[in-house]
């Protein structure tokens, strides 16, 4: 998480494969991203993978939150999954990434916009986090900690490593918790 020309940027990667590799490649991402001059959301995707070509590469998310405009833009490549709840409704939508893998095959990263409310959710999660959640809707009415770790305990393979961030929006900054499983994968 970082402060992003006044608005908050948000990334959450997952290194491809597992062990040493995998964990130089999203360090190598992060370490970009806290470098990176402010840029389209597209943009500073696509410039962190021209500087990721040594690395395995990683499956990336990035959401930028607009408090003051209550808008959130979206951009990945790969598959990480993103939702967005609103939950005074119960609705759960799911947006969708650009296939690919950041910092090893061509990508073309675009973004999406929408607006928010107070008290709306968003949900990035790892490959490691499978099933329907839209089957409970009751844990998104949780505080952020408790959804994460809730997530992780009803949708986690066990059998990759899994990550859930979720983020509260409100009239401040935004509430991040995230939760991380690590599984001994089957390789």
């Known amino acids: 998480m970082r402060d992003y020309g006044g608005q908050t940027l948000i990334v959450v990667a997952d290194g491809l494969g597992h062990g040493l590799r995998a964990f130089e490649a999203v360090d190598t991402l992060r370490k970009l991203i806290e470098l990176a001059p402010v840029m389209p959301l597209p943009d500073l995707l696509l410039w962190c993978h021209k500087q990721m070509r040594q690395t395995r ?4 998310a990035a959401l930028l ?16 999954a993103f939702w967005h709840i609103i939950t005074r409704v119960g609705v ?23 607006s928010y409310v107070e008290g709306d959710r968003l949900l990035l999660h790892t490959d490691g986090v499978q099933g329907n959640l839209r089957a409970h809707l009751e844990i998104w009415h949780h505080p952020p900690e408790r959804t994460a770790l809730d997530v992780i305990d009803l949708f986690s393979t066990g ?10 929006l409100g009239r401040g900054d935004p509430q991040v918790l995230e939760q ?5 994968p089957t390789e």
Request: hydrophobic letters at 45%; aromatic letters at 6%; charged letters at 20%.
């Open 92 to 114: 759960i939508t799911s947006k969708r990434m650009v296939s690919g893998i950041l910092g090893y095959r061509e990508v073309a990263p675009t973004a999406i916009t929408f």
């Open 57 to 60: 590469g990683a499956a990336v």
């Open 180 to 184: 991380v499983c690590t599984a001994k």
């Open 65 to 80: 939150l607009d408090r003051a405009g209550r808008t959130v833009t979206y951009s990945g490549i790969g598959n990480i």
């Open 159 to 168: 059998q990759d490593d899994a990550l859930a961030l979720v983020v509260r």
